[in-house]
């Protein structure tokens, strides 16, 4: 059975993950919070890429597709590997996180979410 997501869904997720500005952005917004001092740009580009290091994997239609699906196996007690591609394709990795937090995921649904979720894809 496959993941059937809303139109909001698919709006939402095709959001565009932000762009990392350029070295010379992260010196000037160092520079305004440092008076004036360039030396230790670096050190905000770092927290910038911690901060944002999976939104171009997890921001896609491709993950979330995945992630959702991942939950729909699990509920129908299906087995999943995990694939090679794990950290590098956005759908295995939605799918695996999907699929390995379920049960934290089904214990925050609410019982009519739950009983639309299980009539739809559980059977």
Avoid: C, I
Wanted: glycine share 8%; proline share 6%; net charge positive.
């Amino acid at each position: 059975m496959r993941y059937e997501p809303t139109a909001k869904q698919l709006e939402k997720w095709s959001a565009k993950p932000p762009e990392m500005p350029s070295d010379d952005e992260f010196k000037t917004r160092w520079m305004k919070a440092h008076n004036g001092k360039v030396t230790g740009w670096g050190m905000g580009k770092r927290d910038w890429v911690a901060l944002h290091a999976n939104d171009h994997l997890t921001q896609t239609v491709d993950y979330n597709l995945g992630l959702w699906q991942g939950r729909v196996d699990a509920a129908r007690g299906e087995t999943a590997q995990p694939t090679p591609n794990y950290h590098t394709n956005p759908y295995d990795h939605g799918y695996y996180s999907g699929y390995n937090s379920f049960a934290s995921f089904w214990q925050g649904f609410d019982k009519n979410a739950r009983q639309q979720f299980t009539q739809k894809y559980v059977g």
